[in-house]
């Protein structure tokens, strides 16, 4: 089942507008669809969180995660939101343990990426797999470092990079909500620029798609069609997990200088 959302809206504490879109989807394996995605505009916040499969209750996880942050209200100041967005986020951790503590569920957790704009101002946070790419004068960069096995293996020079492909524990993640008494959130900031386009997808897509298949998609289309474009691309070649995209192009707003 796809679940989609499209929200085209002038970013309020900007001097631009934000045309966003968001689909996710069961994929062709999984039984059950433990992604959620969070989208916004008004209070610039969009979030991937991607449920951990294998263990109890991604589903419900994710679920908690976008809750939480859609809980984060409109800031004039980039810092309090971010301060908010922690807040809410160290808050879920604690409540996503309780929970599985008090029915004896075991392990629950959750990736998140998300996307926090005020004013000119960006932010990244994440936890996970879960990715975020900026497409800016038509060259894609991942924002996000993946907090995974592989990639920590990569980083110290124990694994070569063309033995990540097929390394066996290449989906063990060493980050998520709800798995720790301290959440893990890295956080990385930047200024706006019209044109901007950011991705957050869960690593259903990245499974099938490399950065350079994703850069073409969202080059040639609008939001909304490049997200279906994601999606059936992921789908055509397997489908092997959900799959939750997220696109989001800023744009400046024209100026007047109010002569006819």
Not at 17 to 29: E, K, L, M, N, Q
């Amino acid at each position: 089942m796809t679940i989609p959302t499209h929200n085209k809206t002038n970013a309020t504490d900007s001097a631009g507008w934000f045309d966003s879109h968001a689909i996710t989807h069961t994929g062709r394996v999984r039984p059950v669809n433990e992604d959620r995605f969070l989208s916004k505009p008004l209070n610039g916040i969009w979030l991937v969180a991607d449920g951990m499969g294998g263990h109890s209750h991604g589903d419900v996880a994710a679920s908690m995660i976008t809750q939480a942050a859609g809980r984060v209200g409109h800031h004039a100041v980039h810092e309090a939101k971010l301060q908010e967005f922690r807040e809410q986020i160290f808050t879920v951790n604690q409540d996503i343990r309780n929970l599985a503590r008090e029915h004896g569920l075991g392990v629950m957790g959750s990736t998140l990426v998300a996307l926090l704009v005020t004013g000119q101002q960006f932010s990244v946070a994440w936890s996970g797999d879960s990715r975020l790419y900026l497409n800016r004068g038509n060259r894609m960069t991942q924002l996000s470092r993946d907090h995974t096995e592989v990639q920590q293996m990569l980083d110290n020079g124990a694994l070569d990079p063309a033995a990540a492909a097929s390394f066996k524990r290449k989906n063990v993640i060493l980050h998520a909500i709800g798995v720790r008494e301290a959440p893990h959130l890295d956080l990385l900031s930047g200024e706006l620029k019209d044109g901007d386009t950011f991705i957050l997808c869960s690593d259903g897509l990245t499974a099938h798609l490399s950065a350079l298949d994703i850069q073409d998609i969202v080059l040639s289309q609008e939001p909304e069609a490049a997200c279906h474009s994601l999606i059936d691309s992921a789908l055509e070649r397997g489908g092997s997990d959900n799959v939750t995209v997220v696109v989001v192009n800023y744009r400046l707003a024209p100026v007047h200088d109010g002569r006819s």
